[in-house]
């Protein structure tokens, strides 16, 4: 199952979502770039509602997820009333399968919520039209932030957008594949490439038919974010522009095909059928894969859903050292707002409450990743589940091996996936050699951006 910039009970949505859901997920950076070239012709206006004649304020604050995050944030949002009797939040919430159309429409039309919650995917797209407000121009505390949680919402657009969580990729093992197969698990603060690809090639062998070592990579940006930065490389550079060639993606490729004519992943129409599959049906849940990529907070849902425990390991290095990992924390989404919001200082307030008040903390917990702020991360541990602990203390503890924080996706970046996903199929089914699929994927990549 793949990496996937999703969190907490939003990471349940894209896995689980219909064909035909899916395909609108494929196509949401093109609307949303697309909305946003109207919005720039736009005049502005829109945004909430005037002040009422008693004083009181009612923002708007649209955000993605399950029915728990609904719970939990109504939560947070009634705290938030109950000590701010002049702010009314209203509430629009959807799954992540129709957000971006709506939100693209919203910001088109000059009708977007005051309070935005924001995917790095398309937090430039809409940064750079000018639809989101700096936020560093208002009273929000920041000071105990990840300095790296903190810089993934800047760009010289400014402070666009604050951490609602942090997480960080990573590899998922299930030790009770390991076990059935007589195999022990690695030591990832050593491990290589060389060792993931030995030790899921024996796993296959001593499995059931069926069972694999390990799921593929190849359907999502994070994994090869990963090995990108291993070699020197990047996704994408600090100007909007790819941070590679068609030679390093081709490597990347190659490796993985080495994985598969050697058993240690699933075969290319497996790993197809998986792309469908719900997060509790993916491999790693049902016992089907000893390690899956995921992104880490979404360990606590798969680890409910295998019914047992998940260890949490570091992405292999080339060269068996922990510190060159390029591993980062990601924020999971970020709380952003409408920069056509009547009441920005509410905006500002509310935001800051949710980023930094334990009592919105002990509400909301680790349901978008885990806490940024450190003193909230502190304080709400004792009411974390024990798989939510297991999170909060791989994120600590990869804290001194992080690389420089990436540079955040271009305009244009929402569909990069859907490239990578497609080529991937090519080069497992045999169609493309992985040097021609990464000439061609690269060509797609480069015009996306720059288009």
Not at 11 to 30: D, E, H, L, M, Y
Not at 65 to 79: F, S, V
Not at 172 to 182: Q, T, Y
Not at 391 to 404: A, M, S, T, Y
Request: with cysteine; aromatic share 8%; hydrophobic share 40%.
């Amino acid at each position: 199952m793949p990496l996937f910039p999703r969190s907490a009970s939003a990471a349940k949505q894209p896995a689980g979502t219909s064909s035909r859901a899916a395909r609108r997920i494929r196509k949401t950076g093109v609307v949303a770039a697309a909305a946003a070239v109207v919005m720039a012709l736009s005049a502005c206006g829109g945004g909430s509602e005037p002040q009422s004649a008693d004083g009181t304020v009612e923002l708007r604050f649209s955000w993605w997820g399950g029915d728990k995050r609904a719970q939990l944030t109504q939560e947070a949002i009634k705290q938030f009333e109950a000590e701010n009797p002049n702010i009314k939040i209203k509430p629009e919430f959807g799954d992540w399968s129709g957000y971006w159309d709506k939100l693209a429409t919203q910001v088109a039309a000059n009708d977007a919520p005051d309070i935005i919650q924001m995917d790095e995917k398309y937090i430039t797209e809409y940064s750079s039209r000018g639809a989101l407000l700096d936020l560093s121009k208002y009273e929000i505390d920041t000071s105990k932030f990840d300095e790296a949680a903190l810089n993934a919402g800047k760009s010289e657009d400014g402070l666009t957008g604050i951490a609602a969580g942090i997480n960080a990729a990573t590899i998922l093992a299930n030790p009770a594949v390991f076990e059935a197969a007589g195999v022990p698990l690695p030591d990832d603060s050593t491990w290589t490439w060389e060792d993931f690809e030995r030790i899921a090639a024996e796993i296959t062998a001593k499995s059931p038919k069926g069972t694999y070592g390990a799921a593929a990579y190849g359907t999502d940006e994070a994994s090869l974010g990963v090995w990108l930065r291993q070699n020197g490389k990047s996704l994408y550079t600090s100007d909007g522009k790819l941070g590679f060639e068609p030679n390093d993606i081709a490597d990347w490729w190659a490796f993985l095909k080495q994985l598969s004519e050697k058993k240690a992943v699933p075969t290319a129409s497996e790993v197809v059928e998986a792309e469908a599959a719900p997060l509790d049906q993916s491999g790693l849940a049902t016992g089907k894969n000893a390690m899956a990529f995921w992104w880490s907070n979404q360990a606590p849902a798969l680890e409910k859903a295998s019914g047992g425990d998940l260890k949490i390991l570091r992405f292999p290095t080339k060269t068996g050292s922990a510190d060159d990992a390029g591993l980062w924390y990601k924020a999971s989404q970020f709380w952003s707002a409408s920069s056509r919001t009547k009441h920005p200082e509410e905006v500002a307030k509310f935001i800051n409450f949710l980023a930094n008040d334990v009592k919105a903390g002990e509400i909301l917990l680790a349901d978008r990743g885990v806490y940024p702020n450190s003193d909230v991360r502190a304080a709400i541990e004792p009411k974390l589940t024990p798989a939510d602990v297991k999170v909060v203390k791989f994120i600590d503890q990869i804290k001194d091996e992080l690389g420089e924080a990436p540079a955040p996706p271009p305009k244009g970046a929402g569909s990069i996936q859907e490239i990578i996903k497609r080529y991937t199929s090519e080069v497992l089914f045999e169609r493309l050699s992985p040097e021609d699929a990464g000439k061609k994927a690269h060509d797609e990549m480069k015009s996306a951006i720059s288009s």
